[in-house]
């Protein structure tokens, strides 16, 4: 076990990263495999926050990650 809640508290979140390979792995992908779908473009977003963040009347930082994703070959000669 990586992570033991009863001796660490990170204050940090994970909903986002969970819930994006979940949509990722258990929607998109099928359909991709079964030809429902050639290209995705997948962004998965998360904000950067501290635990006074909110309290401070500030814009919250974020980040992406965009990822593209193809059921058609690049390779030439296919």
Do not use: W
């Amino acid at each position: 076990m990586m992570f033991d809640p009863e001796t660490q508290d990170v204050h940090a979140g994970g909903s986002g990263c969970g819930c994006s390979a979940s949509v990722l792995c258990g929607y998109f992908l099928p359909k991709i495999r079964a030809g429902e779908m050639k290209n995705i473009l997948f962004c998965a977003t998360g904000a950067l926050m501290s635990t006074t963040a909110s309290q401070q009347g500030e814009s919250i930082p974020s980040v992406s990650h965009a990822v593209f994703i193809s059921a058609e070959s690049r390779m030439s000669g296919n």
